[in-house]
């Protein structure tokens, strides 16, 4: 068309300041205050040691948050995970315990298949039951929440399942304490989910399709896209991220409770909140959540280090923070 | 300024150098503009010419990033947030504004409630809202609720929620994009009504034949600047279109290509039921353009959604070249080269917080993966393709599909939907919300794919359009598919016999 050089050239394509999508950053912008007001607060604070610490103790939340991301980007929600965590851990433990493989190494890998199965099929069960059921997410995560966390009460007879063989135990015992050139096995498992996520969510249609059934399902629906198979992956993909979580704890301590992973859903789903992605679905951002996990994880540490906060109000402030975390949220999309 | 009619009287609403930045990007360039009490100014211009974004700011939706506004000559600044209705000034907005949740009844009266004793007296308020509505002879259930009302019904809707009120100045954007000419009809005489008791209407369309009809003054915008402003009965049409676009404008609809008696057939239809539409048979034949007329609600969405497979059949079978098409699964008949455009662009035709790529690409992601991850180059590429091909126009390249101006959302649907490469497409209303230069270009467009071998249906409620450009036109009326026109028989005044339900024929 003949005015549409003109309007090109009227157009400026020089990036600025202004193109920085201010929900992208606000995250990371946060991590950075918190780094600064953590070295005034306690000069051991910054050291490299305590930092890694956090980030390894982070661990279970981030790669669990992870998997949120894709389900709150999709448009729903996932209240069972804490639970998912401890029924996973149980069934595991006493996977091991009954002594169904002879070799030790062969016994640990199968147990963790076992662990990425179960914890594979429980997130199935959330997403059938939402899609094919057509029941809110919030209501039916919140009776699968109530099954799995039952389920591990009865499993555990309300006390602790402990795994038994300390031969296990020693070889386990790496994955979570281990090193791989200095650097916390946990950390290096952190950066491995988060960048395949990562991949799949921006590089793959996949991701794609979950932007898309989060920002409009009907939109979604009218594309040609298998809307609720969308879903029910991302379902599947959160459970997978428990399965994962569940790998790094049980070495931890060896041993798992009807108490375990109790209010990790919120955590979880406060990182990702935290991270920038909408609650209402759409566009998820996958290293905005590990941000906001290390966030959380970060508070709790300065009130650790610090002596005038008690941390036994870490819940508490936790909780101000994803209230935060909406308020800046909705703001900048308003400015924007 | 041109102030032949009414020479004396003070306007109601005047603009004076109003601009508009949004970021860096300059839309409104130092625009004039003046409303007469009691009449009706038509704003014309492009898509992106910024007739939207101005007369946002006329009626304090936005504020102006510079210039001023006087009411009844004294400098005001509109209040922000709509409340400039209080002043009179109402605005019925391009992309509806109603809340999904509320019912007809509810909407119409949000804000200014009727209570006794403060308790809410629906009664009262059910009355007033049907007698508004069978004023505007819609027949709109007052007890629906929004999120079930169609797309014309909204548009009602909105209408009746403009005219209930006590308005000085209504400002109307596009208002008849998704109404039938009987429609739109009955909201002229509307606007007469009001506009004989001394209200002014700003009315934006794209349809010139209505702005010739009903407007008293045109304004001429081009890609945000004041192009001219004069009394209706000075121009014609094509002298408005030529001052849109700037430059002189061929025919309208490209020369029509009927397909041969013995081309293969693509698309059969066969005594398809769905709740509302009533055993529908038809056939489409290879490199055809078919139209489908009838009023707004005869069941034509209906019965396409169904034919692809977004809507549930009861009886009744499709078969696309030749083999059955399984029911309610759009994606298959997808695969098998059929395609949907809506008409619903914002409900369900793009993603309004994503920007355009994410949008054009997102029912053709194959295209654009390589060893199965997406290529971003490769849909880059896609977009700027597009944008060539379609004309879209943005001045932003990274803005959020849903900031576009109405029009260039349209081009870009159509873009998305022709990505999937389609042999048979239906499309639902193609030009709705689009200026004159780029209808032309729709049109040639798609008489260039007929021409390519595939086969086209256009439902259209734009009877113009449907005479122009197809060499068959189907008319629906109450769900039932009433008449088939070939050839000499495709007439303003046929398709209106049929459609209105004076004559009726089994189909072919
Ligand atoms: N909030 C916004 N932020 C950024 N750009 C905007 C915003 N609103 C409108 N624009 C831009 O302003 C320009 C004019 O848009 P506008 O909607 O006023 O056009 P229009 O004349 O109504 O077109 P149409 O006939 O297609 O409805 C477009 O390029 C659009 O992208
Ligand atoms: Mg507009």
């Avoid at chain 2, 809202?129 to 505007?136: A, I, P």
């Avoid at chain 2, 007439?491 to 049929?498: C, F, K």
Wanted: hydrophobic share 45%; net charge neutral.
């Amino acid at each position: 068309m003949s005015t549409n050089s003109e309007i090109e050239e009227r157009a400026p394509r020089r990036r600025t300041w202004r193109d920085v999508d201010l929900r992208a950053v606000a995250p990371f912008a946060a991590l950075i205050l918190l780094l600064i007001i953590g070295a005034l607060v306690n000069p051991n604070f910054i050291g490299l040691t305590n930092l890694a610490n956090v980030a390894t103790r982070s661990a279970f939340i981030a790669i669990i948050a992870v998997g949120a991301t894709f389900v709150i980007s999709s448009g729903d929600l996932d209240l069972s995970v804490g639970s998912m965590v401890a029924f996973v851990a149980s069934l595991m433990i006493l996977f091991m315990n009954s002594g169904a493989i002879a070799d030790p190494s062969l016994m640990l890998v199968a147990a963790m298949v076992l662990a990425v199965v179960i914890g594979g099929a429980c997130g199935l069960l959330n997403g059938l039951i939402t899609t094919l059921g057509r029941i809110e997410p919030f209501i039916a995560t919140l009776g699968t929440m109530g099954i799995y966390r039952g389920l591990t009460t009865w499993l555990s007879q309300g006390g602790a399942i402990t795994l038994q063989s300390s031969e296990l135990q020693a070889l386990y015992r790496p994955a979570y304490f281990g090193n791989v050139l200095g650097v916390p096995v946990p950390i290096l498992i952190i950066l491995l989910v988060t960048a395949i996520a990562a991949f799949v969510l921006y590089r793959t249609r996949y991701g794609r399709h979950v932007v898309a059934v989060g920002s409009s399902r009907e939109v979604a629906r009218y594309s040609g896209i298998a809307v609720d198979r969308v879903r029910t992956i991302a379902f599947v993909i959160q459970g997978l991220c428990v399965a994962v979580a569940v790998l790094l704890y049980v070495p931890r301590l060896g041993s798992t409770s009807a108490t375990t992973g109790i209010l990790w859903e919120l955590q979880a789903i406060t990182a990702v909140v935290v991270g920038g992605t909408a609650l209402k679905g759409g566009a998820g951002r996958v290293w905005g959540t590990i941000c906001g996990a290390f966030i959380l994880e970060l508070v709790g540490n300065i009130m650790l280090l610090s002596n005038f906060i008690s941390e036994y109000l870490i819940g508490a402030i936790q909780g101000s923070i994803i209230i935060i975390a909406m308020l800046v949220q909705r703001s900048l999309t308003r400015k924007s | 300024m041109a102030n032949d009619g009414a020479i004396a009287s003070v306007p109601v609403l005047a603009a004076e150098r109003i601009s508009k930045t949004f970021g860096e990007v300059q839309v409104l360039f130092s625009v004039d503009m003046d409303i007469l009490p009691g009449e009706v100014h038509a704003l014309v211009g492009e898509n992106g010419a910024g007739k939207s974004t101005f007369i946002k700011i006329l009626s304090g939706f936005q504020p102006p990033s510079s210039g001023r506004m006087l009411l009844d000559g004294e400098p005001v600044t509109l209040p922000a947030n709509s409340t400039a209705e209080a002043l009179g000034i109402i605005l019925i907005h391009q992309e509806f504004n109603l809340a999904e949740h509320l019912t007809v009844t509810e909407s119409l009266f949000l804000g200014r409630e009727i209570a006794r004793f403060g308790v809410l007296d629906r009664k009262v308020m059910r009355a007033e809202t049907r007698r508004v509505l069978d004023v505007l002879g819609s027949r709109i259930d007052e007890n629906a609720l929004i999120s079930s009302l169609a797309v014309a019904d909204k548009q009602m809707v909105e209408i009746a929620k403009a005219i209930s009120r006590d308005a000085r100045v209504i400002f109307m954007d596009e208002p008849t994009a998704v109404l039938s000419r009987e429609e739109a009809g009955v909201l002229f005489d509307q606007v007469r009504k009001l506009k004989a008791k001394g209200t002014s209407f700003v009315f934006v369309s794209h349809k010139l034949d209505e702005v010739m009809e009903i407007s008293d003054r045109v304004t001429v915008l081009r890609d945000g600047q004041w192009i001219k402003t004069a009394p209706t009965s000075m121009l014609d049409g094509e002298a408005i279109a030529q001052l849109m676009v700037g430059r002189e404008l061929s025919s309208l609809y490209p020369t029509k290509h009927e397909p041969d008696v013995d081309e293969e057939v693509v698309l059969s239809v066969r005594g398809l039921t769905t709740g509302y539409v009533q055993d529908a048979s038809f056939e489409l034949r290879k490199g055809e353009v078919l139209g489908f007329s009838g009023l707004i609600g005869s069941g034509r969405s209906e019965l396409m959604e169904a034919i692809a497979g977004l809507r549930p059949r009861l009886s009744g079978e499709v078969f696309l070249h030749g083999e059955p098409l399984v029911a309610g699964d759009f994606r298959e008949a997808n695969r098998r080269g059929l395609a949907y455009m809506t008409k619903d662009r914002k409900g369900v035709g793009l993603l309004l917080d994503e920007g355009m790529t994410t949008n054009l690409t997102l029912q053709s992601l194959g295209q654009h993966l390589t060893h199965g991850y997406l290529d971003p180059a490769s849909e880059a590429k896609a977009m700027a393709r597009a944008r060539r091909r379609f004309d879209i126009r943005v001045r932003d390249d990274r803005v959020r599909v849903g900031r576009m101006s109405g029009g260039n959302q349209q081009k870009l649907l159509l873009a998305k939907v022709m990505e999937t490469e389609p042999q048979v497409i239906i499309i639902d209303e193609p030009t709705r919300g689009i200026d004159v230069g780029t209808k032309q270009q729709i049109y040639h467009f798609i008489a260039a794919l007929a021409r390519e071998g595939r086969s086209i249906i256009v439902v259209s409620s734009e009877m113009p359009e449907v005479i122009g450009l197809c060499t068959r036109v189907a008319v629906m009326r109450e769900g039932h598919l009433v008449g088939m026109l070939e050839g000499e028989e495709i007439s303003e005044q046929m398709i209106m016999r049929y459609a209105a339900g004076l004559r009726r024929k089994a189909a072919g």
